[in-house]
Nanobody, 126 residues
């Protein structure tokens, strides 16, 4: 399994970016896919997740109303549309996937995820 995240870059505050994540390696069936981020000097934190079968989305409070996670048509492809970006959104964004049944219950936790992609850097200037 090789999750590939892309779409990061430099954007001004108030701007938008769309992150993509796709699997280019061994196929698997994800139960949930999500995005986490790590800002400089901080621990990695949950951003958003989506249950693959139902399409139910979950968000951290700080991004609700601004970010949207969605599934792609291809299996194990997920997107994160980020609007109204703020300087505090600056971080390395990681996509992740959980393949266990309990991944659904722990979508907000790193322990709920089985596979991780390399991060993509998002920088929001003020």
């Amino acid at each position: 399994v090789q999750l590939q995240a892309s779409g990061g870059g430099l954007v001004q505050a108030g701007g938008s970016l769309r992150l993509s994540c796709a699997n280019s390696g061994h196929t698997f069936s994800s139960v949930v896919m999500g995005w986490f981020r790590q800002a400089p000097g901080k621990e990695r934190e949950f951003v958003a997740a989506i249950r693959w079968s139902l399409g139910t989305a979950y968000y951290v409070d700080s991004v609700k109303g601004r970010f949207t996670i969605s599934r792609g048509n291809a299996k194990n492809t997920v997107y994160l549309q980020m609007n109204s970006l703020k300087p505090e959104d600056t971080a390395v964004y990681y996509c992740a996937a959980g393949a266990r049944m309990d991944s659904v219950s722990y979508y907000y936790s790193e322990s709920g995820m089985d596979y991780w992609g390399k991060g993509t850097l998002v920088t929001v200037s003020s």
